[in-house]
């Protein structure tokens, strides 16, 4: 057993974090899991949309709250300045691919206007040690061959959402290179590539997990817009225990570890859609799904990550099987239609996680 979990654990009571993007999905989770671990934390971001889980887990009482835009650069600047983080883990995008494929100018705004707006004022500080800037798995040049793709592959994409986290990561090479390594080399700058995530509390209804469980509560089939597809599903708390590892060890030795790292599951966590589909359908009797619309924008029939580099040098590996990630979705839906409140489903699956260390 690695122990990234043991680790973090040890090394974030007390850090001074700041998340961007701490009201989206992936954020609310991130703001109980460092509530959890006794940080000092603040949050920037966009008002949480409603029915979110972050406002479900009241979050704004878990962690201190800045609503803000990444491109309103004054109240972005006077958050730092004021909060002065030891450490940055950049969530905040707009981050869905037919969004992103209607608006264009926003996804390219956010991803990577907003991310070098974030980078230009923490260039200038010098309290900052660590920064994991957070991409996706959807920056490879994906043949649809089936490959695993790993960090010094070719990047491509064909889409807004793509192309402009693409554009994002080229900027934080150069603001690495030019600017953090040359002027301020005590501070680290990682990209983290993480693969689709699976956890419970999710809205957002275009996503799978959502669609599926909209229909159970409604009896109605699901539309699956691509059953065959296959992606590379992880718990949402092994994809942000990675971040955790990669910004703590950063933190310890800023030119080991900046670059880029893929935060994903093992080979047995790349799955069809329709697995996915069946293994939630067999906790509940007679769902049945049907073709759902295809989006404008297309989407490849395989993808598959290559975790080898994060294996071999950070102490991090993914524990939670996509099995038990399924269950543990369902037990969430259960637990929440039985009126248990949504913040303590979540840091009863949480000290579930880091419970063994
Ligand atoms: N969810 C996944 O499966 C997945 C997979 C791979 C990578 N990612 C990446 O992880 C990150 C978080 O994903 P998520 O699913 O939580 O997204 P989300 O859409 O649920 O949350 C996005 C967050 O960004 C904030 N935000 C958006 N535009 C902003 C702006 N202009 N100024 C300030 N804040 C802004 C929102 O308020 C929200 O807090 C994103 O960078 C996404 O690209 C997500």
């Not at 650069?73 to 992103?100: D, N, S, W, Y």
């Amino acid at each position: 057993m690695k122990d990234a979990m043991l680790n973090n654990l040890k090394f974030y009571k007390g850090k001074r974090v700041l998340i961007t993007g701490h009201t989206g999905f992936k954020g609310a989770w991130l703001t109980a899991v460092l509530n959890y671990m006794g940080a000092d934390i603040l949050g920037y971001a966009l008002a949480p949309e409603p029915g979110s889980l972050y406002e479900k887990i009241r979050g704004n009482d878990l962690i201190r709250n800045v609503t803000g835009d990444l491109l309103d650069v004054r109240l972005l600047e006077k958050t730092i300045q004021e909060f002065r983080p030891e450490i940055v883990i950049h969530l905040a995008a707009f981050g869905f691919m037919k969004e992103c494929f209607n608006d264009p100018v926003k996804a390219y705004g956010t991803n990577l206007l907003g991310s070098t707006n974030l980078l230009e004022i923490l260039r200038r500080c010098g309290f900052v040690k660590s920064i994991v800037m957070v991409s996706t798995d959807k920056v490879y040049d994906n043949k649809d061959d089936g490959a695993l793709y790993k960090e010094t592959d070719a990047l491509g994409g064909e889409d807004a959402y793509s192309c402009s986290k693409i554009c994002m990561e080229f900027m934080v090479r150069d603001y690495r290179k030019s600017y953090f390594q040359a002027n301020n080399p005590m501070t680290g700058v990682a990209v983290v590539r993480a693969s689709n995530v699976l956890a419970g509390g999710d809205h957002i209804q275009t996503r799978l997990i959502p669609s599926i469980l909209k229909a159970v509560a409604e009896g109605t089939a699901v539309e699956l817009r691509n059953p065959s597809q296959t992606r590379p599903w992880q718990a949402v708390l092994d994809a942000l225990n990675g971040y955790l590892a990669v910004a703590r060890l950063l933190y310890e030795n800023p030119a080991l570890y900046s670059g880029e790292w893929n935060i994903g599951p093992t080979k047995d966590g790349i799955r069809a859609v329709s697995w996915v589909f069946e293994k939630i359908s067999s906790f509940f009797r007679g769902l049945d799904y049907k073709d759902g619309d295809r989006f404008e924008v297309s989407e490849s029939e395989t993808l598959g990550l290559d975790i080898g580099k994060s294996l071999e040098y950070l102490d991090w590996e993914p524990v939670l099987s996509c099995e038990k990630v399924v269950e543990q979705v369902v037990e969430f839906f259960k637990s929440q239609r039985a009126g248990e409140w949504e913040r303590q489903i979540c840091f009863r699956q949480i000290s579930e996680f880091y419970g063994g260390c």
